[in-house]
């Protein structure tokens, strides 16, 4: 039983690499998902019978977290008796999907809890290797203008996902910088160029996003750091517009405050309800009556997908994910977890509102950082805090 419990443990840790790193490698996005199925899916499935007793356990170091969590996929998953989706059952299996990858690295974490946090650094170092292929590809190869958005390789060639997965790398490398000069050098170019495919794919979103998870970090931190960190931050941000304010201002606010009251309008219509997971929906502003295929943002989409219950749960569940990260502040580990919940909400305010997909560089935005929430909570000791006389001290 314990090799096969060694075994199972290893394919969720490949399986755990391959989401990390195959959204940007994998050939096809088809080969991608069929992976996800045999190193993830299948084997998380067995990893929660096997490890059953465990399940308990976790739920007992955050019973609020998870309870929350619980509830927020049940009433995802009861939705789909009102829902207007073709395939209400396909749906199901997407909630199904969403709870096997959470538990999974949570029973990762609670075995193995390094795997997991070396993915990230793994996976840091991969992802920004496909960022300078991306702008190698695009700008060297196809001879694009250096004004054109940057679209990269595989699943992150949206230019505004993708820029937001770079946004994470840049906050998992900041926690798994190394010694030594060569390697800090290796690391330090990885990192520009990380840097260059957010500002060349010129998502405004994904720019906040990042800032604002490093003034986050920053404050963590606190003393001289955060003055001197806040105001490198302005300095770039202002060196940046003052260089490209033409292409920042070329497009506007994006529609941003009509689609948020077309939405919540669209709440307003079915508040208790929602319209159910996988519904296919218009929000129709004044000012575009083509309207958009989703409210580009993620509390507002789930308001009116999940009615009022719904999004009540999503945002204590972020917020109990906050009050965990901030609870193990004093870890790398904790502090790393901070930094991505930072940049996800960022992010789910002007983007990533598609929760129920198959895996895709949103999910690196929505459950990645719920995940990783469970995993700090999941991982031996996690319930001893360091104290702040300690750090003091």
Not at 246 to 270: C, K
């Amino acid at each position: 039983m314990r090799i096969q419990a060694t075994g199972i443990l290893l394919l969720i840790t490949c399986g755990y690499l391959w989401f990390l790193m195959g959204i940007a490698w994998a050939p096809s996005n088809k080969i991608y998902q069929q992976a996800l199925v045999a190193l993830l899916w299948l084997p998380g499935l067995l990893a929660m019978v096997i490890f059953r007793k465990h399940l308990l356990e976790i739920w007992l170091k955050s019973r609020f977290f998870c309870s929350c969590l619980v509830l927020f996929l049940v009433w995802a998953a009861l939705s789909t008796l009102w829902t207007g989706a073709e395939e209400p059952a396909r749906e199901l299996k997407r909630v199904l999907y969403v709870g096997v990858f959470l538990v999974s690295l949570a029973l990762l974490s609670f075995e193995h809890p390094e795997r997991l946090w070396h993915g990230l650094a793994i996976a840091s170092v991969g992802l920004a290797l496909a960022g300078i292929t991306s702008i190698y590809l695009f700008y060297f190869r196809d001879m694009q203008p250096l004004m054109a958005r940057l679209y990269g390789i595989g699943q992150i060639g949206h230019p505004i996902l993708g820029a937001y997965v770079m946004a994470l790398v840049v906050i998992w490398g900041g926690r798994f910088k190394p010694s030594g000069v060569w390697p800090n050098v290796l690391w330090g170019a990885l990192m520009l160029f990380a840097l260059a495919f957010i500002f060349l794919g010129q998502s405004r979103g994904a720019v906040l996003a990042l800032s604002t998870g490093i003034f986050a970090l920053l404050l963590l931190r606190g003393g001289r750091v955060v003055w001197f960190g806040g105001a490198a931050i302005v300095l770039v941000c202002w060196v940046g517009y003052e260089l490209f304010a033409p292409l920042i201002l070329a497009r506007g606010l994006s529609y941003r405050p009509e689609i948020f009251q077309a939405s919540l309008d669209m709440f307003l219509q079915n508040p208790f309800l929602g319209l159910g997971i996988g519904t296919d929906y218009r929000v129709v502003t004044f000012n575009y009556p083509e309207g958009f295929d989703h409210t580009h943002n993620g509390f507002t989409h789930v308001a009116v997908e999940l009615g009022l219950l719904g999004v009540a749960l999503w945002i204590s569940l972020w917020l109990s994910a906050l009050h965990i990260a901030w609870q193990h502040r004093f870890s790398a580990d904790g502090r790393l977890v901070f930094g991505t919940l930072v940049v996800s909400l960022a992010a789910l305010q002007f983007d990533a509102a598609s929760l129920w997909g198959t895996p895709r560089a949103e999910w690196f935005v929505i459950w990645l950082p719920l995940a990783l929430t469970l995993a700090l909570v999941a991982q031996p000791h996690s319930d001893k805090l360091r104290p702040v006389c300690i750090e003091a001290s």
